[in-house]
T-cell receptor, first 115, second 115 residues
């Protein structure tokens, strides 16, 4: 069964450093998403992406965040200058279509720890 | 704005007992509702979703949920718990009235199953 994969599974970085989190969505999916979950808190939407453009973003997704589809398979989330409060589990998801009824398929997550 | 409340951060049941995980939503438009499950070290997996076709929705692994508009609820049930059901369960709502497809999650409920 096709699945969303994410690398790395864990990343530790120093405050102020740049990190890139990588995701490989399901191959025939066209819509991609990033969510995060700070320990003990809700899973929160960051951004959705379609046709090489951001479709929607939350207030969390400020100028230090960016997303890219550098090739036909990868989807990345870059945090330019990490802060302590960026420590969280980051989930990538993809869906075949767009719309509120569409199922989003999630990857296993990348646990980011900023020291 | 849409929101989801999951009552009970932790639910414990005995094997063979009824599982009931509660979810209440707030939505100004007819909602699309989802239940996801997360097993340790894995991504979020869709259990079932409500898209207005039927109020009683059957999902994988014997789970089902009933949409009750009058109670703004979408509780998840399983008649007989199995040890393998131990996981974290997330209720989510998708705004049915906008082009964006952000899922809004509850805080999650951890289900423990004892023998």
């Amino acid at each position: 069964e096709p699945e969303v994969t994410q690398t790395p599974s864990h990343q530790v970085t120093q405050m102020g450093q740049e990190v890139i989190l990588r995701c490989v969505p399901i191959s025939n999916h066209l819509y991609f998403y990033w969510y995060r979950q700070i320990l003990g808190q809700k899973v929160e939407f960051l951004v959705s992406f379609y046709n090489n453009e951001i479709s929607e973003k939350s207030e969390i997704f400020d100028d230090q965040f960016s997303v890219e589809r550098p090739d036909g398979s990868n989807f990345t989330l870059k945090i330019r200058s990490t802060k302590l409060e960026d420590s969280a589990m980051y989930f990538c998801a993809s869906s075949e279509g767009q719309g509120p009824q569409e199922t989003q398929y999630f990857g296993p997550g990348t646990r980011l720890l900023v020291l | 704005a849409q929101s989801v409340t999951q009552l009970g951060s932790h639910v414990s049941v005995s094997e063979g007992a009824l599982v009931l995980l509660r979810c209440n939503y707030s939505s100004s438009v007819p909602p699309y509702l989802f239940w996801y499950v997360q097993y340790p070290n894995q991504g979020l997996q869709l259990l079932l979703k409500y898209t207005s076709a039927a109020t009683l929705v059957k999902g994988i692994n014997g789970f089902e949920a009933e949409f009750k508009k009058s109670e703004t609820s979408f509780h998840l049930t399983k008649p007989s718990a199995h040890m393998s059901d131990a996981a974290e369960y997330f209720c989510a709502v998708s705004d049915g009235n906008q082009a964006g497809t952000a899922l809004i999650f509850g805080k999650g409920t951890t289900l423990s199953v004892s023998s």
